[in-house]
């Protein structure tokens, strides 16, 4: 050493020489970089050392985004919103975040396989092999914890099903599971326990464990594979310059993934939304809607897909696949250290860790492969199969007759159900993830609204908002009787054939108009072809006086038309003609014409004959008629089959609320908010 | 650094022993006291009990088909999540069947006894289905074997008076075999 008073030493010399005094880190840092690597540095070594970056990278992007998230039932979608689609470089964090825990699962696998397969477990490293397997516990405990997170459909749905797994565990399981999920019901509590798990339990617990299992590997040594070819290196430069190239290969994977979807969008011309990149993010979780596509991660869906195994075992099934069998793995793989004394049994660790991981492997594909099967299946190979079963309304009576109770031909005909079945899940499984990606887009726009989200969250705009719930309560309600389709649709022949009421697609619209003034069409099942209403005025008024030329000219038909679409004034592209409209209106309150059973304009004809069309369509209208369409407005005494939604029986409550009503009016009008 | 010390002197045996006891003891009480603190405050969820478990109005029994093919409705109650309350929400659902000319009406829960997804009704197949792990249920409420579901739909109690459908509400431990209503 140089002497510490020698005036030719730079400023930084001088200092580094006063903390190397007093704290000794030099000689720290040479111990942690001058390690011997027996038989040189190798690829076969950079496993750890990702998983390290990994986990590094997890910690800084995690605090980041703690700094701008917020845990409750009402503000986790929300700030979970704000970060990926409004604060700068949201999405970057988020998807780091996200597609890096992703690649830690798998560099964990590869470590454990690193390990195995050099036999590292073996004396005097069984500690730290537990150690591992411990960490590799509280990883995947993190990844489970922060798929519940973001409070979307998604996470909500799948981790309901994996906590109420919890609930199997013998004797305490309810109160365990009751404790998990802090309280009776999921809510607030649920978010920021799995939160306090995810970001401060866990990885207290992984950092502590983490830095003995490394101050445990150092005082091992590397354990080397052999034979050793090489002659020994330090661990600086050689192994850690390994390292480096591997942590960025890492990194270019993570990147690639986020960023491919930008690379793609460029290529097609697209504009590129940076909200879109990364992890996504789900429609808002709403326990009154259930999600039928609720699936686990990739890298649990294995465990998912076990359970399915145990089908038909009940209750203890489930209890083997869910808890006794993952725990005996484990078990065993704490064990190995013991077996790996024997050459055989390390044979046995080896074998048993590949098929653990290959078994894994296989599950996940039998659950992509029953999920996706309906793309590659040929459903139409079934249609004597439905047709059965639609025949016999499914009774397995009926069936067997219908198969001249031919056991043989019972069987094989069982057998094709369940290929069917399996089809039909998968199909079913298609429109889910069509409907959530659909769910979501609309709440991410109406997130993005002006107004901003109202302090009830998000859930209480997708709750007004007339597109996301005017579907949902026509299919309720509705739908039963009347189609929605639209006219131009593929299945639109189909849908509208079996409907037993008019096709409300566009009603109020010009063109809604139009079908309903046309011979043609207002016989037809799109109109009033499969009510009563086929048989009354309305109908032969169309068909035959206004098939009279001179009569109803072309023109006038056009112009009552326009002029009904222009009192509905629902959302449509159309431009109307005032004079156009002027001339319409005209002829609809004509006495002789139309205003011969409506009331319109200004004529006297009373109400009771026929509907009103004054404001004909209007939302106010629309809202009168679900309500009530035994109303005298409406149809008073020619009403076919469609029920008073709005009106309570004595002592009840109406089948529809005026909110639900006003919702779908709205939809059915169109009215609804539209971005950009 | 200061010059090393000599080894002090070794404490007579008693004295020692009394040392280490009062030091393992203290030690215990300093940090124990916030463990336990900790973890009565964690445990807290078990005294919670679910805000349902009542008899809650549904629909009028006009509403509930009578030709035995269940119809879903949604379940409507106050509900509070720990500090928030919401009025009027939907908290759940319920399928009702009723057979023709009956005026009894049969009440299921939508959620699935196996692992508590949401119930399915497949009208072309007159069935019921589950999403999640592919259970079966017959219109009433039977299991279709194989099943992941170790159990039956759960029935819930119902009664109709004046025409006025009410359910007890109830919520199920999944995955056994027996039906038990959570507290
Ligand atoms: S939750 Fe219904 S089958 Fe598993």
Redesign the interface.
Known sequence: MSDASSPRRGLVTRLADFFDDRTGYRALVHEALYERVPGGARWRYVWGSTLVFAFMTQVITGLVLWSSYSAS??TAWESVYYIQHEMTGGWLVRGLHHVMAQAMVVLLALHLMQVVIDGAYRAPREVNFWLGLILMKLVLGMALTGYLLPWDQKGY?AT??AT??A??VPLVG??LQ??V?????Y???TLTRFFALHAGFLPGTLIAFLAIHLALFRKHGLCAKQPQTKPDSMFWPDQVLKDVVAMLAVLAVVMGVILLPAVRAMLEGRPVVPGELGAELGAPAD??Q?Y???RPEWYFLFL?QF??V???W??D???LG?IVVPGAVLGMMFLMPFLGRWKLGHRFNVLFTLAILVGAGLLTAMALREDYAAAWSDKEAFADVEQL??ET??DPEKIAAALGNDTARIAEFRERVHQL?AIR?SE??FA?VEQAEVDAHRAIELAGRPERIPPGGALELIRTDPLSQGPLLFA?HCGSCHAHVDPAAPEAAEAVAVSSAANLYGFGSAAWARGLLDPNQVVSPAYFGNTAHAEGDMVSYVTDDMTDADTWTAEQIEAVAVALAADAAVFSDEPLDAAVVEQGRALMADEDRCGSCHHAGENETDLGAAPDLVGWGSREWLIGIISDPNHERFYPDTNDRMPSFGVA?????A?LSSEQIALLANWLRGEWYRGE | MAETSPVPPAADARRSFLAKLMAVVGGGIASLTPVAAGVWMTLDPLRRKSSAAAFLPITDIASVPDDGVPRQFPVIADRTDAWTGFAAEPIGAVYLRREADSDTVEAFSATCPHAGCFIELDKRDRCFRCPCHNSSFTLDGGIVSPSPSPRTMDTLECEVHDGRVRVKWENFYSGIAEKVARP
Request: hydrophobic share 40%; no cysteine; aromatic share 10%.
């Open positions: 039932a009402q749905w309901r099903v109420n797994l609930g199997l309810p109160s009751q404790l999920v802090g309280g009776p019901d809510g607030h509590h326990p009154s259930p039928a596509a609720a998912f359970l399915k145990f089908e038909g009940g209750a099934g489930e209890f869910a079963i639609e309304e499914n079945d899940r079913a499984f889910a309720q029986e004595e002592g009840g409550v089948p």
